[in-house]
Nanobody, 115 residues
Framework: QVQLVESGGGLVQPGGSLRLSCAAS????????MGWYRQAPGKQRELVAD???????NYADSVKGRFTISRDNAKNTVYLQMYSLKPEDTAVYFCNVRTYYGTYWGQGTQVSVSS
C-alpha cells in the first residue's frame, strides 16, 4: 500500500506564492521520478514539473522561471515552490510518483489564484 499525502494548496492573489509538498509512504520502492500535474476545470491533466531520483528536472513551458521543483530523497518527499502565480495557474494539483513497479497519484490539492 502506497500513500501520497499532499499539502500546501490554497487561495492566493495574483503575483503571490505557494509551496506544495507531497510525502510518499508505505510500500514504495525504487522511485524513478516524482512530480506534479494539474487539472483545471474542463481541461486535461497536464504535467507541471517532475524530478528524477538523480535530480534532473523537467518543467512545462508555462511555468518555467516561476516554479521550482525539488525533492528530499531521504523523506520520499517532493516540493513545488510556485512564485508569480497567475489566474491561469488555478487548478487541482496532483502529486505523481513513478516507480519501477508502478505509478501512484495523490488525491489532489486545490490551488486558486484570484484577486
Amino acid at each position: 500500500q502506497v500513500q501520497l499525502v499532499e499539502s500546501g494548496g490554497g487561495l492566493v492573489q495574483p503575483g503571490g506564492s505557494l509551496r506544495l509538498s507531497c510525502a510518499a509512504s508505505g510500500s514504495i520502492f525504487r522511485i524513478n521520478a516524482m512530480g506534479w500535474y494539474r487539472q483545471a476545470p474542463g481541461k486535461q491533466r497536464e504535467l507541471v514539473a517532475d524530478i528524477t531520483w538523480g535530480g534532473s528536472t523537467n518543467y512545462a513551458d508555462s511555468v518555467k522561471g516561476r516554479f521550482t521543483i525539488s525533492r528530499d530523497n531521504a523523506k520520499n518527499t517532493v516540493y513545488l515552490q510556485m512564485y508569480s502565480l497567475k489566474p491561469e495557474d488555478t487548478a487541482v494539483y496532483f502529486c505523481n510518483v513513478r516507480t519501477y513497479y508502478g505509478t501512484y497519484w495523490g488525491q489532489g490539492t486545490q490551488v486558486s489564484v484570484s484577486s
